[in-house]
C-alpha cells in the first residue's frame, strides 16, 4: 500500500521543513497541502507550510528531492457553494491547481465543496447546490481533462459526504474518466455518510484515500458537520471502521496513493503500522 502524509505535521515551519519531518519518519510520500495565490507572508518568513499557486514548479521539485520524497497529489479544497469573491478559492485557484501539478508531474488534483460561510449559500436548495458546483468546476474539468489530471471529489460538504449525493454530484459532473473521488474514511463518516458505501457503490472512482480516524466523543456531532483537518488517534482506536474499509478497498481492487490525516508522530506511525497489517 502507498501510505503518505498531510504535509502539515509540525506546526508554524516551513513546506520544505513539512517534507523532511515526513522523510524523518520513514515515510515516501506526501500530498502538496496548503497553497496560496501570490505571496504569503507566513510562507516567505518560513512559519506557514504553504506554496503559491504562482510558483515555478523547479522550486516544489527541488524541496520535494532535496527530501527525497515523492508528492502524489495536489490539494484545492475550495468553497464551491457560496458566490464567488477574490477572497475565496474556488474555480480560479482550483486551475491554477491543476496546471501547476500538470508542470509537477503529478496526476491528482482534489477539491470539494466545502461548507457555505454566507446566507445565500446556506439557502441554496439541493438542486441550486448541485448547480452551483458544477457551474464552478465547469473550467476546471475541461483543463484537467485537456492535462491528463485526475480531479478527485472528497468527502467535505453536504453533497460529497454520503455515497448518494456524491453520486448525484458525479452523474451531474459527467466526464468519469477525469473526474473522480477521493474518499475521507474520518470526513464522510462524520457527515453521516457510511464509507464503506462509497466503495460499494463507486469503487472504480476512487483513486485517492485519505485516511482518519474519530473517537467516540464524535457521535453527537456526526451529521452537524462537514469534515475536520486531523484525526487526533492511531487508525483503528476509533469507531469508523477502518479495518474494515482497508479490507473492502483490497477487494475492490484498489492500488492508489493513500495519505494518513492523522496528528502526532506515534499516531502516524502506528497508523502506518496497522494499514500494512490490515492490508494484503
Known amino acids: 500500500m502507498i ?38 507572508l507566513g510562507a516567505e518568513y518560513g512559519f506557514t507550510a504553504s506554496v503559491s499557486l504562482d510558483s515555478h514548479p523547479s522550486s516544489i521539485k527541488n524541496m520535494a528531492a532535496k527530501a527525497d520524497l515523492e508528492i502524489t497529489s495536489f490539494c484545492a479544497h475550495a468553497n464551491l457553494l457560496d458566490p464567488p469573491s477574490p477572497e475565496r478559492y474556488g474555480t480560479n485557484e482550483i486551475i491554477k491547481a491543476i496546471r501547476l501539478a500538470h508542470l509537477l508531474g503529478l496526476k491528482q488534483v482534489i477539491t470539494t465543496e466545502g461548507d457555505p460561510k454566507t446566507d445565500f449559500g446556506h439557502n441554496l436548495s439541493h438542486e441550486q447546490r448541485l448547480f452551483a458546483v458544477a457551474e464552478k468546476l465547469y473550467e476546471p474539468i475541461q483543463w484537467a481533462e485537456e492535462l491528463g489530471i485526475e480531479l478527485l471529489l472528497e468527502p467535505h460538504g453536504v453533497l460529497t459526504d454520503k455515497a448518494d449525493t456524491m453520486g448525484e454530484l458525479l452523474d451531474y459532473l459527467g466526464h468519469e474518466e477525469t473526474v473522480g473521488i477521493n474518499l475521507d ?19 472504480s472512482r476512487i483513486k485517492h484515500v485519505h485516511w ?6 464524535w457521535l453527537p456531532k456526526r451529521g452537524e458537520l462537514y469534515g475536520c483537518g486531523m484525526g487526533d488517534i492511531p487508525l483503528g482506536d476509533g469507531i469508523v471502521g477502518i479495518k474494515e474499509i482497508v479490507h473492502a478497498l483490497d477487494n475492490a481492487g484498489f492500488k492508489g496513493p493513500t495519505t494518513l490525516e492523522v496528528a502526532g508522530k506515534e499516531n502516524m506511525l502506528e497508523s502506518a503500522k496497522r494499514l500494512r497489517e490490515w492490508s494484503v
Open 3 to 40: 501510505i503518505g502524509c498531510f504535509a502539515l505535521v509540525e506546526p508554524f515551519t516551513s513546506m520544505e521543513r513539512q517534507f523532511q519531518a515526513i522523510k524523518e519518519m520513514g515515510f515516501d510520500y506526501a500530498d502538496l497541502t496548503d497553497n496560496h495565490n501570490g505571496a504569503c
Open 185 to 203: 474514511t474520518g470526513n464522510s463518516w462524520l457527515g453521516g455518510g457510511e464509507p464503506l458505501e462509497f466503495i460499494e457503490q463507486y469503487a
Open 212 to 217: 482518519k480516524d474519530m473517537g467516540k466523543e
